[in-house]
């Protein structure tokens, strides 16, 4: 079935410094979804983007969806420590169009 | 918080146990999904239901039996377990099925088997 490719796995950085977290697919998305999930917590829906191309803003955080609707990536600039957490990107998988999830990037803010 | 609630939050059973898992939403959705997280497959998607029927089940093993009884309700009943399904268990929930909708998720239940 269609998966979703995420990297990196892991990610330290120092407070202040960027973070950037990729979401790959070797077949079109139709739509992506991100979702963070704080430590000891639950995954939250932080945005979807659905057309080619299309660039998102949320404070700090820039979302974009590739051209080709086959990648996208999550752009944190100058992390803070309240951006622990892990990122889960999400597209379109399995046999009736669900959500499949990436592995996911853990990022480590260091202050 | 979110609106989806989980019981237990913490579960620890033996390999001959039964229990159950429940999960409600109160958002008025009509999709309720089971998520599998484990240090392996972060989010692996189990079951999911839409308007109370059953529409994906994702190469589940049978110790793992789900039951919608309504769109605000659902259920994993566990029985035979093995100490390899220890894992945090999401419930999640959407307007609708489907990669367009946003999925809300409760909190999760730690399952230990020991």
């Known amino acids: 079935g269609q998966q979703v490719m995420q990297i990196p796995q892991y990610q330290h950085v120092q407070e202040g410094e960027d973070f950037t977290t990729y979401c790959n697919s070797s077949t079109t998305l139709s739509n992506i979804q991100w979702y963070k999930q704080r430590p000891g917590g639950h995954p939250v829906f932080l945005i979807q983007l659905v057309k080619s191309g299309e660039v998102k803003k949320q404070k700090r955080l820039t979302f974009q969806f590739g051209e080709a609707k086959k990648n996208s990536s999550l752009h944190i600039t100058a992390t803070q420590t309240t951006d622990v957490g892990t990122y889960f990107c999400a597209g379109v998988g399995g046999s009736q169009g669900n959500l499949i999830f990436g592995k996911g990037t853990k990022l480590s803010v260091k202050p | 918080e979110t609106g989806v609630t989980q019981t237990p939050r913490h579960l620890v059973m033996g390999m001959t146990n039964k229990k159950s898992l429940k999960c409600e939403q109160h958002l008025g959705h009509n999709a309720m999904y089971w998520y599998k997280q484990s240090a392996k497959k972060p989010l692996e998607l189990m079951f999911v239901?839409?308007?109370?029927?059953?529409?994906e089940n994702n190469s589940v093993p049978s110790r793992f039996s789900p039951e919608c009884p309504n769109s605000s309700h659902l259920f994993l009943h566990l029985h035979t377990l093995q100490p390899e399904d220890s894992a945090l268990y999401l419930c999640?929930?959407?307007?609708?099925?489907?990669?367009?909708?946003?999925?809300?998720f409760g909190p999760g239940t730690r399952l230990t088997v020991l």
């Open positions: 999640a929930s959407s307007l609708l099925a489907g990669s367009y909708n946003e999925q809300f």
């Open positions: 239901y839409n308007f109370k029927e059953q529409t």
